[in-house]
């Protein structure tokens, strides 16, 4: 189906829950304008990209009605409630503000609306100072999903399993939308933050069977891959292999950009055996992409360079066509190749034979001094490598 196609059904969709045409200004409209705003973003977590350009129309449209509406159309909760999930989704503060300058009164618990607008502009501090006292179990279910949503993340920092729960909260409070996929995202970075590799694997699972179609998939895959580095503890079980299973829920080319980003990764961290894994699960889908392929042989062929005879490897870095790297793969292979050309040049270390009679002073205390130069080649090439990458893990 054309995305023009795919727009018409969602705009649909939407005029099914607004009001009739002349009635935009009824005082009792605003909430129904959020219930469409919400069967958008419906849409948009089984991957509706139409919906997601509509909802933007629809938030600007939103902001110019209700800029004009009576004062008293706030004092009814559930429109003062719409007010603050319409804010909450991105609509513009600007027009919040201007009803805080004139006092007008809004349905909401004391704070709500102005640490709502001060979380939107980016002021934290005072909107923490703003909605830590507010009790959103005085507003609805979208109200007390929307507050729990913005708490967790004013508080991800300072008390990460207090944000936790909150993010558990609202899943509880809206399944299915775009509210419990948001908290499953951020409840993902948070766990896998935190180190705690079971709730990792549990959330991650979780978003894979309910939102593996999300229009923000490809946020989950760039949190997941950095965490999957991060959590893989050598010889414990890998995250990787847990979620490897339920991959297949994704497309191909999705698959692909996870188990690349997890094997470059690996191989900036260290991890080669990670690293290998990824790299070899993703040549195993057979993405027909020159590009594609060439960085993940490099980034599988640099995992492997630091075995005792690393010849075949640099074989496949000299085969790999340049042309098809980014800056920062070039800089990953050069760095690996000296690495492996490095362990084929390297003398190999032969114990030090004393003649009889020598001095201990001859040889120092423990007979070992020809090895200070290759300990010293090695401290001076690890330098070159790090210089040559320019990026940490």
């Known amino acids: 189906m054309s995305w023009r196609k795919k727009a018409l059904l969602a705009m649909l969709a939407v005029l099914l829950v607004l009001p009739l045409p002349g009635r935009a200004a009824d005082p009792l409209t605003p909430w129904r304008y959020v219930q469409a705003l919400f069967s958008l973003q419906d849409r948009m977590v089984q991957g509706d990209e139409a919906a997601w350009r509509i909802q933007a129309r629809l938030l600007r ?48 618990p004391e704070g709500a609306l102005e640490g709502a607008v001060a979380y939107v502009e980016g002021r934290n501090g005072l909107a923490w100072s703003k909605l830590q006292g507010v009790d959103e179990t005085k507003l609805g279910w979208i109200g007390q999903a929307q507050l729990l949503l913005v708490k967790a993340e004013l508080r991800a920092s300072a008390s990460p399993r207090g944000a936790l729960r909150m993010l558990a909260r609202v899943r509880l409070l809206r399944p299915g939308t775009l509210l419990e996929e948001a908290a499953l995202r951020r409840a993902l970075f948070l766990a896998g933050h935190e180190g705690e590799v079971e709730e990792f694997e549990r959330l991650a699972m979780a978003y894979l069977r309910r939102f593996a179609s999300s229009r923000y998939l490809k946020d989950f895959l760039q949190r997941a891959a950095w965490l999957l580095v991060r959590l893989d503890y050598g010889p414990e079980k890998r995250p990787l292999n ?63 360079v630091a075995m005792p005879e690393p010849g075949g490897v640099l074989d496949v870095l000299r085969r790999i066509d340049t042309a098809l790297l980014d800056e920062r793969d070039r800089r990953l292979r050069r760095a690996a190749w000296l690495v492996g050309r490095a362990i084929l040049d390297e003398p190999k270390i032969m114990p030090v034979s004393r003649k009889a009679g020598a001095s201990e002073e001859a040889h120092g205390d423990d007979g070992r001094d020809e090895e200070l130069p290759v300990i010293t080649r090695a401290k001076v090439a690890v330098a070159g490598i790090e210089t040559l990458l320019g990026e940490q893990p």
Request: glycine letters at 6%; aromatic letters at 4%.
């Open 242 to 304: 847990t979620l490897l299973p339920l991959l297949k829920r994704l497309k191909k080319r999705e698959q692909a950009l996870l188990l690349a980003a997890v094997a470059r990764g690996a191989v900036i961290a260290g991890k080669h055996d990670l690293a290998a894994l990824a790299s070899d699960k993703a040549l195993a889908l057979k993405i027909r992409a020159q590009a594609y392929e060439a960085r993940v042989r490099m980034w599988r062929a640099a995992a492997q």
């Open 61 to 108: 449209h939103m902001g110019e009605v209700f800029a004009l509406l009576p004062e008293g159309v706030w004092a009814e909760p559930r429109n003062a409630e719409a007010l603050l999930a319409w804010l909450l989704s991105g609509g513009n503060p600007e027009v919040v503000r201007g009803m805080l300058q004139r006092s007008m009164q809004v349905a909401l």
